[in-house]
């Protein structure tokens, strides 16, 4: 007697699958292809989300550079001629020249208190986009920024108004004079 059965069952089942359907193998458990087809898909999906974001991000990067490269040099000659107009402003009011002014650069300017000769410079770097004003206990850097969707400069992470700008450098020089 063996051991062996004389006969030998194999039963066979075919099975029509989609995509989206498990292959099963011959022990019913899913096939390597199957068993991470869906994760798969959710890898890419979440790859393609990052790169759309990512992709969107540098646009408006790029979009936002464009902006301040376009509107920072004409802000700033905007800022430089309110300065110059309001130390003409401030002279003719006292009905002598109490500050000076001197622009001996397009990216400059520079005001002295007659009296004191104490100099005060606001300087606009192309390079950086920012605004540097310069008076004793009183430095200043406002930085070129697109606050939704619009050119401003900011200081301390807070929007300032052109003539503003002007104004408080212009106030830090007007303290100066005794």
């Known amino acids: 007697m063996s051991i062996f059965p004389s006969r030998l069952t194999l039963e066979i089942t075919l099975q029509i699958h989609s995509n989206s359907d498990p292959i099963l193998d011959a022990e019913g458990r899913m096939n390597d292809e199957s068993r991470w087809r869906d994760w798969a898909s959710n890898a890419k999906s979440q790859i393609q ?7 969107k991000k540098s646009d408006l ?3 936002e550079q464009d902006l301040k490269k376009a509107h920072a040099p004409k802000v700033w000659a905007s800022i430089r001629k309110d300065i110059e107009d309001m130390c003409r402003a401030l002279n003719a009011e006292m009905g002598r020249e109490v500050i000076a002014s001197e622009s001996p650069k397009m990216n400059e300017v520079k005001l002295r208190a007659v009296d004191s000769g104490v ?11 920012q605004i540097e004003t310069s008076a004793p206990g009183a430095p200043n850097i406002y930085t070129a920024s697109v606050s939704n969707g619009q050119f401003v400069f900011k200081l301390a992470d807070r929007p300032v108004q052109p003539h503003e700008i002007a104004k408080r450098f212009l106030d830090s ?3 100066l004079i005794r």
């Open 173 to 175: 020089v007007v303290n």
């Open 49 to 55: 989300k990052r790169r759309d974001e990512d992709q």
């Open 61 to 63: 990067f790029v979009a």
């Open 119 to 129: 100099a005060s410079i606001a300087t606009f770097d192309p390079s950086t986009m």
